[in-house]
């Protein structure tokens, strides 16, 4: 058999210290994003006033989740973050199945948020006078974040920095202001943490909106090569970037509720849910506020797009490197040291798409975001439940060390929650595509088709490329 060669792409070593890494992982949720466009949708079709409480529940499902993901984590080191865990775990097909399933899931993350920024631009820019069709708009900024995505990693990290910090200051006054004013009508409620409140009717639609909100912080893991000394910046990360996404969106969406009023609170966001923030923003602090929230919804969106780049180029990097798709994706840049061919290939996608959608006069909100968003929520809950399942395979033939806690009790109750949220959401399909469609059908139908190729395309190389087959998951794992 011909000796196959790998490209000689690296990426950057050492780049990346646990701050940086925490704020990729916020990037990629955008927690002004949530807050502004998830939370008031999410209070109207869950579970009312008892949402907070659910991001406390969704948030300690994700922490157990985390307790056998970074046991096992300081055994790989692979760009691929779950695809790597589950090749190690459960076997190379599942692997490739769990790595397919990331990349349209991350895909159609992107399609979705490069509509809400398209279309949040334009609103802003026709209050201005200016006409810009929401696509036109998307493809500019997916050709800045193509040019972002290119410069080297620690770039990238400083300017996500600022970015989440500037959103985190104007919530975090938002947050204070409340408290200033000695709560709201009801005084410090506590209605959202109550067990009746957070388990009512609407529960399960709760867990679909809240559960994308802690969408993507194996960002950890897809930076393992860049970090500085993996086998603690790794973790620390992890667990540091999982408290503060659970205790923001808690603590926030609680004062949220508490300045209206619990018993009001419903009726309130639904005569405008998408300017709530905004009119108490002005209320309580001033119009300057609700400007500053106004112009960093866009700014957060704008992070969450490169991230979400970053992280979609890494799997591409990752995959190319392993040859279970064309070597070229693994090629890097040679100053920067960045997986800049799997960068341009994904824009070029992008631009595609984002041309076909507006040329096609698809509606922002109501499609693009639907149909890219509902993939991506499906897609990245079933491989975190593979993640789970393949951390209790990998520790069963040597434990190395690891506790029972780490290795068994953990994975196995957050693999279970896991499954649960997939069924869970899988039947609130109608939630997330606008109501009865086909693609309540389709969607599902599709992914499970997705993973299904990527293991198609492992059992080919099995058959026509066994060095391939059995390098797959391997590379830079440290076993």
């Known amino acids: 058999m011909e000796q196959i060669s790998t490209p000689a792409g690296t990426l950057r070593k050492n780049a990346l210290g ?3 890494i925490v704020f990729f992982v916020l990037a990629t949720n955008g927690p002004l994003t949530g807050l ?9 079709m869950g579970n009312g006033v008892g949402l907070p409480g659910v991001f406390l529940l969704v948030g300690a499902v994700y922490l157990l989740f985390a307790v056998g993901f970074v046991a096992m984590g300081r055994h790989i080191r692979n760009a691929g973050a779950f695809y790597a865990y589950v090749a190690t775990g459960l076997g190379r097909p599942l692997g490739a199945a769990s790595a397919f399933l990331a990349i349209v899931a991350y895909a159609g993350m992107q399609i979705a948020c490069y509509g809400l920024i398209g279309f949040f631009t334009s609103e802003t820019l026709l209050r201005l006078g200016i006409n810009l069709d929401w696509w036109v708009a998307s493809i500019g900024y997916a050709i800045l974040v193509q040019l972002f995505g290119t410069r080297n990693v620690e770039f990238n990290g400083r300017f996500l920095a600022l970015l989440m910090l500037a959103e985190l200051v104007v919530i975090l006054i938002f947050d204070i202001a409340v408290v200033g004013h000695g709560g709201g009508p009801e005084g410090f409620s506590t209605a959202s943490f109550v067990p009746s409140n957070v388990f009512a009717t609407g529960l399960g639609a ?10 993507g912080f194996e960002t950890t893991a897809i930076y393992a090569e860049e970090a500085r000394d993996p086998a603690k910046t790794l973790p620390r990360a992890t667990f540091t970037a999982l408290i503060l996404i659970m205790l923001f969106y808690s603590v926030s969406s609680w004062l949220l509720v508490v300045a209206i009023g619990p018993s009001i609170a419903v009726e309130t966001i639904s005569q405008d849910p998408g300017a709530i923030w905004f009119q108490l923003s002005t209320k309580l602090v001033g119009v300057a506020l609700s400007d500053a929230i106004n112009i960093l919804l866009i700014t957060s969106l704008f992070a969450v797009l490169l991230s979400f780049h970053n992280s979609l180029s890494r799997y591409l990097f990752s995959m190319g490197r392993e040859r279970i798709l064309p070597s070229v994706l693994a090629v890097t840049h040679s100053k920067h040291q960045t997986p800049y061919v799997a960068s341009t290939i994904q824009t070029s996608v992008c631009l595609v798409l984002l ?3 507006g040329i096609s006069g698809a509606d922002p909100i109501t ?8 993939p991506a929520t499906i897609g990245i809950l079933a491989v975190q439940c593979l993640a789970s399942i393949a951390v209790i395979r990998y520790f069963r033939k040597n434990q190395l ?9 953990a994975p196995f109750v957050s693999a279970v929650a896991l499954a649960f949220g997939v069924i869970l959401i899988i039947s609130n399909m109608s939630l997330l595509t606008g109501g009865e469609s086909i693609f309540n059908t389709l969607i599902p139908l599709g992914m499970l088709a997705v993973g299904i190729c990527g ?4 059992g080919w190389h099995r058959w026509r490329n066994p060095q391939i087959y059995a390098n797959l998951g391997r590379v830079l794992n440290e076993v």
């Open 18 to 20: 646990m701050w940086n």
């Open 36 to 44: 502004i466009g998830v939370v008031p949708t999410a209070i109207l």
């Open 401 to 409: 060390g690891v506790s029972v806690w780490q290795r068994l009790i």
């Open 367 to 374: 499609q693009v975001l639907p149909l890219g968003s509902a």
């Open 455 to 458: 293991m198609g395309l492992a």
């Open 355 to 357: 041309f076909v959608f």
């Open 206 to 215: 709760a867990l679909v909106f809240v559960g994308g909100a802690f969408m």
